[in-house]
Nanobody, 124 residues
Framework: VQLVESGGGSVQVGGSLTLSCVAS????????MGWFRQAPGKEREGVAS???????SYADSVKGRATISKDNTKDVLYLQMNSLKAEGTAMYYC????????????????????WGQGTQVTVS
């Protein structure tokens, strides 16, 4: 499956942004999907995930301020982020793995086979 992210940009602290990830090449509904981010000088970290059967998980750093969703009719994954903080500045990546994933693995990079190129989010 191919993944293309969009929706990044510059936003003020406290603002909102919605990222999109368009998938193509396979049956989108069969995939566990995740959003990851990598800030300058830091390792990539999981932000939110949604399994093929709809189980959603959020990292503590975004819990209550982010919403992950997917539209299986349009093959699009979304990440809506509210009350953005400066530490939210990062490259955001969409990731996919066919089938389901244990909740213990949804924020593990190694669990995802397919990755997009990323979309930059800058919060200042």
């Amino acid at each position: 499956v191919q993944l293309v992210e969009s929706g990044g940009g510059s936003v003020q602290v406290g603002g909102s942004l919605t990222l999109s990830c368009v998938a193509s090449g396979d049956t989108f509904s069969s995939y566990c999907m995740g959003w990851f981010r990598q800030a300058p000088g830091k390792e990539r970290e999981g932000v939110a995930s949604i399994t093929s059967d709809g189980v959603i998980s959020y990292a503590d750093s975004v819990k209550g301020r982010a919403t992950i969703s997917k539209d299986n009719t349009k093959d699009v994954l979304y990440l809506q982020m509210n009350s953005l903080k400066a530490e939210g500045t990062a490259m955001y990546y969409c990731a996919a793995n066919r089938g389901t994933l244990s909740r213990l693995l949804v924020f593990e990079e190694r669990a995802y086979k397919f990755w997009g190129q990323g979309t930059q989010v800058t919060v200042s």
